[in-house]
């Protein structure tokens, strides 16, 4: 087993998941237990100054091998970074996660018992890797190669690195977060300790991607006060405030949902509600890669709220609309050798770089218009946030070999 795969499979085993409706940061405590491992891990590799701090993020440096006054050692410091968490989508607990080799193109049964199978017709991206080994679970967690399998590969090329001094390059900071899932992955990111000019989060799909346009994004959080009163003397008296949800829900569009959109269409996303007749309380996300279609869908859903307070009356419905991120394609353009060095580390590797509009999010998204340009790299996985995600080895292995590619073209 490569190193890359022996770690994956070992992070994947701590349970990891963040959670959104927390005040506290990092959500979870138990993201610090991966965040104690890692850093145990980068001091016995030799790595320089790794810490976790009191935030939870960990931070280290892979120590320049030039000397100071040989050439090659004046140029940009370029960092990796990796979230630790997983989604809440899926349960992250107990992970039970197993290696499918040679796979043939035929459904796999993750487990007899549940019958649960995943089936390349529901999940044609499985057919892209007939031949090669997957990395599957027994279908009732996630796998958490989101983002597990991209800190499996940074640290994998971080151990590689450290035992071939041989090799030249300049100070290489790597550093994982936690909470990027529940949208506040860098709300705490030190960049004086980080230290980089440039970065990649290593956070995508397939091996291969360099991601560099993201959705633009929001967050609406919605309550509604309603009027309980007996039903048997309800009339022009209850005002139904679960009932006024299901309205409100009624009026955004029904074909900008996330299940009737693609590329670069954006929608709203409900992702929970709740209520009875006196309160309901409901949350949304908001999102768009065109900016201009991303503030008129901000202005409408104020506009659905006026309209309930219009009919139910004023304080009815309260509409919290707060931004998120921002596509960071603005900011990636003025330093394009960060997409060409990327491109010629994965054509170098034997692969043929995929690049598309991302129709979510990453800490580079935020990192970017906070003075930290960085896009994001494939790390092999596909299905994230569910109980058929699966990571194809060989994927991972050969997103390994990018960094270190990356790391080459960078020290030139």
Known sequence: ????????????????????????????????????????????????????????????????????????????????????????????????????????????????????????????????????????????????????????EIMAMAEYLLA?????????????????????????????????????????????????????????????????????????KMKHAALIAMEFQGLLPRFEDPAATEGREGFYHLITISGDCENAEMSYIIRDHDMAKFEAKKAFIQKCAEFINEKYGAGTLECQVRDGYYNMIEQIRPHWHLIENAQEAIRACGLEPISMPVRGGTDGSRLSYEGLPCPNLGVGGHNCHGRFEFACIQSMEKSVEILKKIVELYSK
């Open 164 to 236: 071939h001094p041989e090799i030249k390059h300049r100070r290489i900071p790597v550093a994982f977060t936690p909470d990027e899932e529940v949208g506040r992955g860098v709300d705490f990111f030190n960049q004086k300790t980080f230290a980089a000019d440039f970065a990649y989060t290593v956070d995508g799909g397939a091996a291969g991607e360099i991601e560099y346009e993201n959705f633009n994004a929001a967050s609406a959080k919605i309550k509604i006060h309603g009027t309980s009163v007996h039903p048997g003397s309800a009339k022009n």
């Open 1 to 152: 087993m490569t190193p890359v795969i022996d770690k994956f499979l070992r992070y994947v085993q701590v349970w990891t998941t963040s959670m959104s409706d927390q005040e506290q940061f990092p959500s979870t405590e138990r993201q610090k237990d991966l965040g104690r491992m890692l850093v145990e891990e980068l001091k016995a590799m030799g790595a320089a100054d790794p810490h976790m701090d009191e935030n939870g993020y960990v931070y280290a440096y892979i120590p320049a091998t030039f000397k100071a006054d040989e050439p090659g050692s004046e140029g940009p410091i370029v960092g990796f970074i990796a979230h630790m968490d997983t989604s809440e989508a899926a349960s992250g607990k107990d992970i039970k996660a197993r290696i499918v080799e040679n796979y043939d193109g035929k459904p796999i049964l993750l487990n007899k018992e549940l019958d649960i199978w995943s089936d390349p017709k529901a999940y044609p991206e499985l057919l892209h890797y007939v031949g090669q080994d997957l990395i599957v679970t027994d279908g009732t967690t996630l796998l958490g190669a989101d983002d597990k399998a991209g800190i499996a």
